[in-house]
Antibody, heavy 123, light 108 residues
Framework: QVQLQESGPGLVKPSQTLSLTCTVS??????????WSWIRQHPGKGLEWIGN???????YYNPSLKSRFNISVDTSKSQFSLRLSSVTAADTGVYYC???????????????WGQGTPVTVSS | EIVLTQSPGTLSLSPGERATLSCRAS???????LAWYQHKPGQAPRLLIY???SGATGIPDRFSGSGSGTDFTLTISRLEPEDFGIYYC?????????FGGGTKVEIK
């Protein structure tokens, strides 16, 4: 059974860099049929796709978001990570990692998801 | 960017009733690449349907999806008490990947 688990600090100060890690178990992170994603949910709002990374290291990001995000993968640890620089209160929310099944390049559906990790940006 | 609009915002039904959830896209979704998810508080979202009408592994057959182009529907044929939650549609026919705003299903 494939499982994903997010980890990271629950509280970050404004202007700092947020780093989150997703640990994958039960499946190979190197499988070329899948990509690995971060999705977030602002309080009381819907879901927002942040970006994907592939086994090759290629990554795609939501162009609606400012280019403060960086997703990386460490296949040796079966982990992928999200870094968000210069955080503000607007970055507060729950951050989910998910495995994506490739439909066409750079897109697909998400299954499974992690339980999500809450992040609060506050001084 | 494809905007997905879900309706109704909230659906309040009794166990055994049929639930019909709508997802309308601002432009045609290529190849009917649309998925549906169920999300309960404190839990991971769960994939229900992909490719508009294909059931995900382990999903009860009371969940079904239909539609193409710009109009898609998720139907729960006979509501069970455990079906409460927020249901989201997501399109993956083009980038950026986008989600609808969700429909909250309440069990009376």
């Amino acid at each position: 059974q494939v499982q994903l688990q997010e980890s990271g600090p629950g509280l970050v100060k404004p202007s700092q860099t947020l780093s989150l890690t997703c640990t994958v178990s039960g499946a190979s992170i190197s499988n070329d049929n899948f990509f690995w994603s971060w999705i977030r949910q602002h309080p009381g709002k819907g879901l927002e796709w942040i970006g994907n990374i592939y086994n090759s290291g290629s990554s795609y990001y939501n162009p609606s978001l400012k280019s403060r995000f960086n997703i990386s993968v460490d296949t040796s640890k079966s982990q992928f990570s999200l870094r968000l620089s210069s955080v503000t209160a607007a970055d507060t929310g729950v951050y989910y990692c998910a495995r994506g099944r490739i439909a066409v390049p750079a897109t697909g559906w998400f299954d499974p998801w992690g339980q999500g990790t809450p992040v609060t940006v506050s001084s | 960017e494809i905007v997905l609009t879900q309706s109704p915002g909230t659906l309040s039904l009794s166990p055994g009733e049929r639930a019909t959830l709508s997802c309308r896209a601002s432009q045609s979704v290529r190849f009917s690449y649309l998925a549906w998810y169920q999300h309960k508080p404190g839990q991971a979202p769960r994939l229900l349907i992909y490719d508009a009408s294909s059931g995900a592994t382990g999903i009860p057959d009371r969940f079904s999806g239909s539609g193409s182009g710009t109009d898609f529907t998720l139907t729960i044929s006979r509501l069970e008490p455990e079906d409460f939650g927020i249901y989201y549609c997501q399109q993956y026919g083009s980038s950026p990947l986008t989600f609808g705003g969700g429909t909250k299903v309440e069990i009376k």
